[in-house]
């Protein structure tokens, strides 16, 4: 069997991935992170964007948007608790567009009585959406 690591991606309403995988790849706060068994022990903040799993056995990776979170890195087990996570197929492109749409007007009405930190926070994941998106298409799936 191949070298592997126990991944378990958890969002506030459910499980969304648990099982072996050879490679995680993951937007990390200050870059993109790879973790391969027996990783040296890490926990930080993460990034909206993809969550790419490397599955034994399996032609495609899993891929699973998260809106940040934190991660937490053993050298047997990740733990991705995100805040929101969504299954790559799952992800809605028009919701998001729209979702890129409505914050960029926000922020652009100067008049109103909006949160600009919650605005900007709806953009960065609205936008990290589209890419995960776009990066889901060029994968084929």
Do not use: C, W
């Amino acid at each position: 069997m191949a070298n592997t690591i126990l991944v378990d991606v958890v969002s506030a309403e459910e499980l969304i991935f648990s099982g072996e995988a050879e490679f995680v790849a993951l937007p990390g706060e200050s870059g993109e992170l790879g973790i391969y068994p027996k990783h040296t022990p890490l926990i930080t903040r993460i990034k909206p964007g993809a969550v790419r799993i490397k599955v034994p056995g399996q032609a495609q990776d899993e891929f699973v948007f998260v809106a940040g979170g934190l991660l937490e890195v053993q050298p047997n087990h990740v733990t991705v608790l995100a805040d929101t996570a969504i299954r790559g197929s799952d992800l809605d492109e028009a919701k998001a567009t729209e979702a890129k749409k409505m914050a960029e007007e926000a922020l652009a009405n100067k008049e109103s009585k909006i949160d600009y930190a919650t605005a900007q926070a709806e953009l960065a994941t609205a936008v990290a959406q589209l890419a995960a998106i776009a990066k889901l298409r060029q994968k084929g799936r």
